[in-house]
């Protein structure tokens, strides 16, 4: 049977970035750290020719929703109470790389960056019995989409501005924040994505003063309902969502 269109899509993007390096590679640091992946090409350990060989289907749960609804603080608590990995797609890239998303931002461009984060997705999407927190435009590409659908249960952390407001005042790794009106660039996203967000999403929790505990054990009562295998989920209350909590 030939691929679908959008495994057709999924692995022809990973082909093409696994064997693209970008230009400007030498020279690039910061603090004296170069930026290590642009002067090597992007290597997945995804195996197969096709990506419905690698992505265990539906063993994960992925968070997805806007920057400060709390992704990367409830899923890493999620993680351990569930027993599973956690892992942030943010956070990888900038292991990865060794800067932070604002030095690739100002480097690459934001499509730069959107390839990478494609890149990413795709390798940890393929992982078993892990806890994935993406970023909040990861759900913009729909090669992403399908992959985060497919790899795992998907739980939109959905937030109100004032509480994105208030998560991310502090904030100096969001690129597309270093703005004067920045309620007004996270409305502006809002429109855009939260459409996709549900569109990927089949479950819908909703995040503002609750602690971090509470969140944990609503979306583990609502993976159960989901019929996702979890084991119970009983944590200690581990306080509300940080600012530039994620």
């Known amino acids: 049977m030939p691929p679908s269109p959008g495994n057709r899509q999924i692995r022809c993007s990973i082909q093409s970035l696994s064997h693209r390096r970008l230009d400007g590679a030498p020279g690039l640091r ?33 968070l997805v929703g806007p920057m400060g609804s709390g992704k990367t603080a409830v899923g890493r608590q999620l993680a351990r109470h569930m027993e599973m990995e956690f892992v942030d797609s943010d956070n990888e890239i ?11 931002f100002d480097k690459e461009g934001e499509q730069g960056f959107r390839a990478r984060e494609c890149a990413v997705i795709a390798e940890l999407a393929a992982r078993k019995n892990v806890v994935l927190a993406t970023g909040g435009g990861a759900v913009l590409d729909p090669g992403n989409r399908g992959l985060l659908r497919d790899s795992g249960t998907v739980v939109y952390l959905r937030t109100s501005l004032a509480h994105q407001l208030e998560r991310t005042r502090h904030s100096k790794n969001r690129p597309l924040l270093q703005n004067e009106d920045r309620a007004a660039v996270l409305q502006r ?7 996709l967000y549900e569109e990927t999403a089949d479950i819908v929790v909703t ?40």
């Open 207 to 246: 995040t503002g003063n609750q602690r971090i505990g509470a969140m944990v054990r609503e979306i583990g009562d609502r993976l159960r309902e989901h019929g996702f295998a979890a084991p119970g989920i009983a944590c200690a209350d581990a306080g509300p969502v940080p600012a530039d909590g994620r």
């Open 94 to 104: 900038e292991r990865r790389t060794g800067v932070d998303i604002t030095f690739i």
């Open 189 to 195: 996203l809002m429109e855009v994505r939260g459409p």
């Open 30 to 62: 910061q603090s004296g750290v170069l930026l290590k992946s642009l002067r090597r090409p992007i290597r997945f350990r995804v195996a197969g020719s096709d990506c419905t060989d690698c992505v265990n289907t539906k063993s994960n749960v992925v």
